[in-house]
């Protein structure tokens, strides 16, 4: 009985411990800038984007390299040898007028493949904020739900006891009862829909050890904390928001780079036309043996030439390749600059919509369907209406509250577009 006690406390001991080699996933509420920090540290993709840099980087020094020596013996055999000298010595070719024009055109194409990985960060930042902004969303959707159920039951529960008192009549328990039901329904589904964001987001960031979740509770009116201005705004100006995006975005910076990495390609091309020099010197020397004097004699030795000299093939359809190149470059960015004018447009457009029905809320519909919820639940309780109108009232109210969520995150949303379309580091471009 004591040895099984003794095996029992081990396998207790035993798995108390194997929680730290299971990996427990931890839970923690961040900020959105936090959230965009940990993505673009964490995410492997970036890190790919960055190493694809680095390569770039790497290529720079690749073009710029030296010609490597060859070391090579000139040896007579037998009576070959007589009179003749032995040699041994280096041969070098010296590159005219190449190294310069290859580190250009490496310079060029390490700066287009930054501009791509900056990209590819504007889109994983615009990915990330539309995440956090569903999953508060999400949230704000479950407490107004979770609020209507509660209200729901007390509704139910206060007509179960009038019609206890034959106050009211039993079809309006029936009613309040399918109203809960529905309500409760409602909530359990937007509770999984939270749940649904909130794998969401940490799927965007790329996250297993640690289970993120929001900072803030529910999808508010703090436009600061989700990098957004105030939607009463009026500073912002098209013509210079798409002047800024002509500027700044990446992908366009991108493209005018690539028409430079052509231009200088045809450099490169080019410069195969110019002959390369070769340097061939070292050590001669005949023994005894073989020498005309009977003497051991030594000396240097010294050839230059010109080789890779460009008279039977003179690389034309390389040239010719080149030169289609840097065309193509040319109306890829032209087509590109078309389509950044076409989504800031776009991006700014649903940006003013999203705020004038923003706006709408905040001034009208929100105020007013709280007062009729507040002003029906008076009505109710001093018996002027029934609890079919009251159903009514509240359903209004609902549906307010849900479709100004929406209003809201799409605004948030709308201006996280714009941002990422415009390449805008800062959030607050008024005064761009």
């Avoid at 999953?135 to 159920?149: C, H, I, T």
């Avoid at 052509?262 to 020498?291: F, T």
């Avoid at 359903?395 to 415009?422: C, F, G, P, T, W």
């Amino acid at each position: 009985m004591k040895l099984r006690l003794v095996i029992l406390f081990f396998v207790l001991v035993i798995f108390s411990k194997a929680d730290f080699c299971l990996g427990i996933v931890e839970n923690k509420k961040i900020s959105l800038d936090e959230a965009i920090n940990i993505t673009l540290k964490a995410n492997p993709k970036v890190k790919i984007q960055q190493l694809n840099t680095q390569s770039s980087i790497n290529k720079i020094k690749i073009a710029d390299r030296l010609q490597n020596p060859s070391i090579e013996t000139f040896q007579n055999i037998g009576k070959a040898g007589e009179g003749n000298p032995q040699q041994i010595g280096v041969d070098y070719t010296i590159e005219i007028l190449k190294r310069g024009k290859r580190k250009d055109y490496a310079k060029s194409e390490a700066l287009a493949a930054l501009d791509d990985e900056k990209y590819y960060e504007q889109v994983l930042i615009l990915n990330v904020k539309r995440a956090y902004i569903d999953l508060l969303l999400k949230k704000a959707n479950y407490k107004v739900l979770k609020e209507q159920q509660d209200l729901t039951n007390e509704l139910y529960e206060t007509a179960k006891k009038q019609s206890e008192k034959n106050a009211i009549p039993h079809t309006e328990v029936i009613q309040a009862k399918i109203a809960l039901n529905r309500s409760i329904i409602y909530t359990n589904v937007a509770k999984s829909e939270v749940i649904k964001a909130q794998n969401r987001l940490n799927a965007t960031m790329n996250t297993s050890e640690i289970n993120y979740d929001t900072k803030e509770e529910v999808l508010n009116d703090n436009y600061a904390a989700l990098s957004t201005i105030n939607p009463l705004s009026e500073k912002l100006n098209f013509e210079k928001i798409k002047s800024y995006a002509l500027e700044n975005r990446y992908d366009l910076l991108k493209a005018k780079q690539e028409i430079e990495s052509a231009q200088y390609n045809l450099k490169v091309v080019r410069s195969q036309l110019i002959p390369d020099l070769e340097i061939d010197g070292g050590y001669a020397y005949q023994s005894k043996g073989v020498s005309s004097t009977g003497r051991f004699m030594s000396g240097g030795y010294v050839q230059v030439g010109l080789t890779n000299i460009p008279l039977i093939y003179q690389y034309q359809p390389e040239i010719k390749n080149a030169k289609i190149e840097i065309e193509k470059a040319q109306l890829k960015y032209e087509d590109i600059k078309v389509d950044v004018i076409r989504d800031v447009t776009d991006a700014w457009e649903k940006y003013t919509i999203a705020r004038t029905n923003l706006n709408f809320y905040n001034r009208e519909l929100l105020k007013d369907s709280k007062e009729l919820l507040t002003e029906s639940r008076v009505s109710l309780e001093n018996k002027k209406i029934d609890i079919t109108s009251f159903l009514v009232s509240k359903k209004i109210y609902l549906e307010s509250m849900l479709y100004y969520h929406e209003a809201l995150a799409e605004y948030y949303d709308s201006y996280a577009e714009l941002l990422k379309e415009m390449n805008a580091l800062d959030w607050n471009i008024e005064n761009i």
